[in-house]
């Protein structure tokens, strides 16, 4: 297909398209004559996990950079490729020189080793949880590691029991980061909306009678 069908077949306008080309962040097309290339799926497949990447897993240029050249690196296993994706998923945390945040990043580690998760040391997740416990306690709620047990219990079934069956692993590379990429981003704003209804009949269950509400 030409640039043009491919612009139409992806909703990628030409002038991104090129841009993507000269970044090298999408692989030039089959050149046919001096002034016109034709391209094919593999570059379909490719502008649909560019735009998964930057409209809903809002990365950066060089952040998707680097996850295209995972793609393109086929030494890398999949699991390296997909947490190449998911480590540019997670926010960038600054651990602190402090005795809380290392009781909180203690706290985590052991909340890992008990599962018997296969998390590696690296993994921003660590850090990020370790200063959301910090936040949750200098706003006085109390956190322990009993408290944090339901959620890594109940989060560690719906991965392994659903989640990660949506991930073709068998396909093609860049078909595995998109399905990846969605499905961290959306389905985890899916999760916590989820969790914000239940909370909501849960109050209405609870409260019903002492404050008047229908049951």
């Known amino acids: ?6 612009s139409e077949a992806t909703g ?14 999408l692989p030039p097309g089959e050149q046919v004559s001096a002034t016109r290339s034709v391209y094919g799926a593999p570059h379909v497949r490719r502008l649909r996990l560019i735009r998964a990447l930057l409209e809903v897993g809002k990365l950066p240029i060089s952040s998707i950079r680097a996850v295209i050249e995972a793609v393109d690196d086929e030494s890398k296993g999949v ?4 947490g190449t994706a998911h480590y540019a998923l ?42 959301t416990i910090v936040t949750l306690r200098r706003l006085d709620q109390k956190v322990t590691l009993p408290d944090l047990r339901p959620y890594a219990a109940a989060v560690g079934g719906l991965v ?18 998109e399905a990846h ?12 909306v989820v969790r914000r209804l239940a909370e909501e009949s849960e109050s209405a269950r609870l409260l019903a009678d002492a404050d008047g509400l229908p049951k």
């Open 1 to 6: 297909m030409r640039i043009s069908q491919l």
């Open 12 to 25: 990628v306008p030409i002038p991104t398209i090129k841009y993507y080309l000269r970044e090298g962040l």
């Open 79 to 82: 699991h390296e490729m997909l």
């Open 90 to 131: 997670s926010p960038k945390t600054e651990p602190e020189d402090t005795e809380e945040w290392a009781d909180a990043r203690a706290m985590v580690d052991e909340l890992i080793r008990e599962r018997g998760w296969r998390v590696a040391p690296s993994a921003p997740g660590r850090d990020e949880l370790a200063q």
């Open 160 to 177: 392994r029991d659903h989640e990660m069956s949506r991930i073709p692993f068998d396909g093609p590379r860049e078909t595995a980061i």
């Open 181 to 192: 990429v969605i499905g961290t981003v959306l389905y985890g704003r899916v999760l916590d």
